[in-house]
């Protein structure tokens, strides 16, 4: 059974840095692409960011793209999002994705297993 757990998120001041982490068991983790999404209340799931198998690839929202980073650790089972200059606007719930393919996908029905999700909060 494949799980996925998020930790990480919290409550920080605007332009502040958050790192939030999501470990993968039940999978073969280094074959999967690996994405972030992110919920805001009243908003749809929106795409974050994305991550090869290998981690040669990576993909960012135009939203985040400069502010966040995404990078894995294939040997810890472990994807991990970088995030700085937060906004309140990044208020969210924010979950990681696990896709059955290494290829970067950038759309929530592409992905295969969820985590469930951890708040970020970002204060103006």
């Known amino acids: 059974q494949v799980h996925l757990v998020e930790s990480g998120g919290g409550l920080v001041q605007a332009g502040g840095s958050l790192r939030l982490s999501c470990v993968a068991s039940?999978?073969?983790?280094?074959?999967?692409?690996m994405g972030w999404f992110r919920q805001a209340p009243g908003k749809e799931r929106e795409f974050v960011a994305a991550?090869?198998?290998?981690?040669?690839?990576?993909h960012y929202a135009d939203s985040v793209k400069g502010r966040f980073t995404i990078s894995r650790d294939n040997a810890k089972n472990t994807v991990y999002l970088q995030m700085s200059s937060l906004k309140p606007e990044d208020t969210a719930v924010y979950y990681c994705?696990?896709?059955?393919?290494?290829?970067?996908?950038?759309?929530?029905?592409?992905?295969?297993?969820w985590g469930q999700g951890t708040q970020v909060t970002v204060s103006s």
């Open positions: 994705a696990a896709d059955r393919f290494g290829v970067v996908r950038l759309t929530s029905n592409e992905y295969d297993y």
């Open positions: 991550i090869s198998w290998s981690g040669d690839n990576t």
């Open positions: 039940g999978l073969t983790f280094s074959r999967n692409a």
